[in-house]
Every structure is written in C-alpha cells, then in structure tokens.
C-alpha cells in the first residue's frame, strides 16, 4: 500500500508561482511512475505532468514551458514547479502513483493511488 500526501497549494496573483510536493509513503519501491493531475470545478480531471522511472517527465501541451515535473526517488517525493500562473491553472491538483501489487498465486496487479488534492487559485 501506498500513502500520498501532497502540499504546496495556495492562492497567487497571475503571474507568479508555487511549488507543489507530493510524497509516497509505504510500498514505495514498487512506484513505476508519478504524475501530477488537476481537476477544475465543471471539468474533468486532466494529466499536468507524468515522469516514469527513469524518464524524462511529459508535459500538457498548456503547461509547457511553465512548470517542471521533478522526481527525487530517495526521498519518494515528486514536485510540480509551476512558473507564470495564469487564471486558467486553478484547480485542485491531485499527485498519482502508479505502483504494482503481488496478490494470491503470484499475480502482479497495476495500483493507482491519488493524494489528498491541493488547491491552487491563481488571481487575475
């Protein structure tokens, strides 16, 4: 079992720019990847940014340029860099891991968890 627990939202005026952190806790060394989604009230939830074990991390084509997806595995932590916020970013950002189970007989089972969300409101 994985345990997420995010930080680093918060209200900035257009422009600026927060640090968003996600850190796994538990069965970490089966985490094959981490992302960073945002759900805005009336949309559906959207991937922002994914980094893989081992990969350069991918970008929504409306984000880049702005934040910067980073992973330190020692400490079981991705981080969102957002740089000139725009109104258009707020939302409530959710981290994913993507992680695998051992169940009954041996079978390998694909997890996904979700952090808690933290809300970013950016203000024009």
């Known amino acids: 079992q994985v345990q997420l627990v995010e930080s680093g939202g918060g209200l900035v005026q257009a422009g600026g720019s927060l640090r968003l952190s996600c850190t796994a806790s538990?069965?970490?060394?089966?985490?094959?990847?981490m992302a960073w989604y945002r759900q805005a009230p009336g949309k559906q939830r959207e991937m922002v940014a994914t980094?893989?074990?081992?990969?350069?991390?991918d970008y929504q084509d409306s984000v880049k340029g702005r934040f910067t997806c980073s992973r330190d595995n020692a400490k079981n932590t991705v981080y969102l860099e957002m740089n000139s916020l725009k109104p258009e970013d707020t939302a409530v950002y959710y981290c994913?891991?993507?992680?695998?189970?051992?169940?009954?007989?041996?079978?390998?089972?694909?997890?996904?968890?979700w952090g808690q969300g933290t809300q970013v409101t950016v203000s024009s």
């Open positions: 994913r891991v993507d992680s695998t189970e051992i169940r009954a007989e041996g079978v390998t089972w694909a997890v996904i968890y």
């Open positions: 980094i893989s074990n081992g990969d350069a991390p």
């Open positions: 538990g069965s970490t060394a089966s985490i094959k990847a």
